[in-house]
T-cell receptor
Framework: QKEVEQNSGPLSVPEGAIASLNCTYSDRVSQSFFWYRQYSGKSPELIMSIYSNGDKEDGRFTAQLNKASQYVSLLIRDSQPSDSATYLC???????????FGTGTRLTVIP | EPEVTQTPSHQVTQMGQEVILRCVPISNHLYFYWYRQILGQKVEFLVSFYNNEISEKSEIFDDQFSVERPDGSNFTLKIRSTKLEDSAMYFCASQGTGGRNGYTFGSGTRLTVV
């Protein structure tokens, strides 16, 4: 069984702070890693993807991947109240295209 | 920006009835998926579809479920003889090319089985 683990939170940060979200995965052959944002009652929205060890930055978002530790994280700089949502970590199934999702971390940014 | 369109947004059905959930993927995408999310739980993979056939399916996707791409644009999920535990949000997703590209999800169909 391929597992993707996330701290369910809630994680609360003040506006303007850095939010740090973490994810671990069990399948060593996983190749592609994604972060989705899901507002309550809405569908997941892709915000970052990462495939190689190291950091990948896109605007206020930075994804970090460490395949040796089977760990992927998402940093949100200058957090805004509109960032308040559940953040889903997703990992591909190593050779297939389907994704395994974590349960998500609920982030609240306090104005 | 291209969208994945799902209809209906909410479907209520009686236990034992059949339902068809409909999706229009992004037009030039090649890979199509159905996922479901039971309230308060994780998003779970059901099935993937490529080149007019199922490419992967999960243990959830048993004989009760089927998928079809009847006309080259629509992508449907049929659930036969619905059960109470089928109540969930069902998401369709499409992907331009496989592997490293993320999906675009539709807005979902909330299925309530009573």
């Amino acid at each position: 069984q391929k597992e993707v683990e996330q701290n369910s939170g809630p994680l609360s940060v003040p506006e303007g702070a850095i939010a740090s979200l973490n994810c671990t995965y069990s399948d060593r052959v996983s190749q592609s890693f994604f972060w989705y944002r899901q507002y309550s009652g809405k569908s997941p929205e892709l915000i970052m993807s990462i495939y190689s060890n190291g950091d990948k930055e896109d605007g206020r978002f930075t994804a970090q991947l460490n395949k040796a530790s089977q760990y992927v994280s998402l940093l949100i700089r200058d957090s805004q109240p509109s960032d308040s949502a559940t953040y889903l970590c997703a990992v591909n199934a190593g050779g297939a295209n389907n994704l395994f999702f974590g349960t998500g971390t609920r982030l609240t940014v306090i104005p | 920006e291209p969208e994945v369109t799902q209809t209906p947004s909410h479907q209520v059905t009686q236990m034992g009835q059949e339902v068809i959930l409909r999706c229009v993927p992004i037009s030039n995408h090649l890979y199509f998926y159905w996922y479901r999310q039971i309230l308060g739980q994780k998003v779970e993979f059901l099935v993937s579809f490529y080149n007019n056939e199922i490419s992967e399916k999960s243990e959830i996707f048993d004989d009760q479920f089927s998928v079809e791409r009847p006309d080259g644009s629509n992508f449907t999920l049929k659930i036969r003889s619905t059960k109470l535990e089928d109540s969930a949000m069902y998401f369709c997703a499409s992907q331009g090319t496989g592997g490293r590209n993320g999906y675009t999800f539709g807005s979902g169909t909330r299925l309530t089985v009573v």
